[in-house]
């Protein structure tokens, strides 16, 4: 079990990485690397257990097929707000709380 979560944590890593370098390539204009990252989230996010991935994934590729800058951006923003989802409840797992109906709890 250990292992999984050490596995998803470094996925997790990648995609803030991919964030960075999606930035980084709008300011470049390099909608071809944004368009493979958005193929690549579409491919490998099932395979971790993230099938809401594909869509965003799909999402950021056409965006960036388009060459839309506010499209790839909006993406961005998805996939941002989904990896901040992601590593706020690692964090409530890892000390030991949860939350329930917006509030913060301690597992007993």
């Given at each position: 079990m250990r292992a999984a979560?050490?596995?998803e944590s470094?996925?997790?890593?990648?995609?803030?990485d991919d964030l960075a370098t999606i930035a980084q390539s709008l300011e470049r204009g390099d909608f071809e690397t944004i368009a493979r990252l958005g193929h690549n989230l579409r491919g490998n996010g099932p395979s971790y257990g993230f099938p809401e991935l594909a869509i965003m994934g799909?999402?950021?590729e056409g965006a960036a097929r388009s060459r839309d800058v506010e499209q790839v951006r909006d993406a961005a923003a998805e996939l941002a707000s989904w990896v901040a989802?992601?590593?706020?409840?690692?964090?409530?797992?890892?000390?030991?709380t949860q939350r329930i109906d917006g509030d913060e709890r301690r597992r007993t």
């Open positions: 979560i050490l596995l470094r996925f997790i890593g990648h995609r803030e799909e999402g950021l989802g992601v590593r706020g409840r690692e964090q409530n797992h890892e000390s030991g």
